[in-house]
């Protein structure tokens, strides 16, 4: 791989210039607070099967997420549409970079299958950047919602896109079909951006919140996440906290970040709990309605719990839990 295309090193730049020199080494004991129980539970092993049988992706799998085996057990997951290959090389990012090749009508349609499957009553779909498309994959995304209001009805739907190059009629039609959440993370702090987020734009992303917010007319709730470990400081967090309410964002998610290989950005710090529940309390003294905040929090970790849910679970593995 040339220097450029480096997640490491984006661009062929020194990141340890940015990140300073002071950087975990990338095998090393975690903190205590990072142990979880390994996956391979029933429920994981059923949806494992669900997932394979309808040739679909999950972020879960795809960005290795640590807490895989707990949702999976819980009967919920986040489907990654627009297949497994993203157009952008983000330096934090696990899932796989290229040209991608993936174009299927009926992935919608085999989406809400699932969930009507799962019996969810909150379901996830996030996708790749495709920005290779002409629309950036938008019309995935509405599909997915209308086929998801067809096959599983009292299911809410909550859509993480990626930011449509701040274009605005993607935009405008997935908001549209009137998602019940519409999630855009803006990742790390705006300083990390040359280094963590190439290709992206930190108001850019925050444009797009703003832009959702006032499309959905009061409809539709906004949300965005961030995660900490490459060197931002407690004071650059409430910063970017405040400019994301600036930008009519609703709820706010906050993680830790955890290298997924050498060929990665280096992990700063990990910060400890206690910083995490000071980071929540000074997000909602900022005014935010849901705040999550804590070492393995993710973006769709939860997310039934970020917004109301007024209608329980239903199928074979929400009934279970």
């Known amino acids: 791989m040339s220097s ?3 997640r490491a090193n984006p661009g062929g730049m020194d990141v340890l210039q940015v990140l300073g020199s002071d950087v975990r080494p990338l095998r090393e004991r975690k903190p205590p607070w990072f142990k979880v129980p390994a996956a391979g539970g029933t429920r994981y092993r059923e949806l494992s099967k669900l997932i394979k049988e309808e040739n679909l992706h999950t972020v879960c799998q795809e960005a290795a997420c640590p807490n895989v085996g707990e949702c999976w057990e819980r009967g919920t997951a986040t489907f990654m549409i627009l297949g497994d290959t993203c157009t952008r090389r983000c330096g934090f990012c696990n899932v796989k970079t290229g040209k991608p090749t993936w174009n299927d009508p009926l992935e919608p349609a085999r989406v809400a299958r699932s969930i009507a499957r799962m019996g969810l009553r909150h379901a996830v779909v996030t996708s790749v950047d495709r920005d290779d498309l002409p629309d950036k994959g938008a019309s995935a995304f509405v599909g997915v919602i209308r086929q998801v209001r067809k096959q599983a009805p009292d299911c809410q739907i909550e859509v993480l896109t990626p930011d449509f ?5 993607p935009l405008a039609r997935v908001i549209a079909e009137r998602p019940d959440v519409f999630n855009h993370n803006v990742e790390v702090v705006p300083r990390l951006y ?4 190439r290709g992206s734009e930190f108001l850019r992303s925050c444009r797009v919140l703003r832009s959702a917010a006032e499309m959905g007319e009061g409809e539709v709730v ?9 060197g931002e400081t407690h004071e650059e967090m409430v910063a970017t906290f405040e400019v994301l309410r600036e930008h009519d964002v609703q709820v706010l998610t906050v ?7 050498e060929r990665h950005l280096p992990i700063v710090r990990y910060w400890h709990p206690d910083e995490f529940t000071a980071l929540e309390e000074a997000a909602y003294a900022l005014g935010f309605d849901h705040v999550a905040a804590g070492p393995l929090v993710r973006s769709s970790y939860h997310a039934d719990q970020h917004v109301p849910q007024p209608r329980p679970g239903v199928g074979p593995l929400a009934a279970s839990g």
């Open 4 to 6: 450029t295309r480096s």
């Open 165 to 169: 190059q701040g274009q605005e009629m």
């Open 194 to 197: 040359p280094i963590a987020r």
């Open 222 to 230: 906004t949300k965005s996440g961030l995660m900490v470990g490459l």
């Open 255 to 261: 993680g830790q970040y955890l290298r997924p290989s």
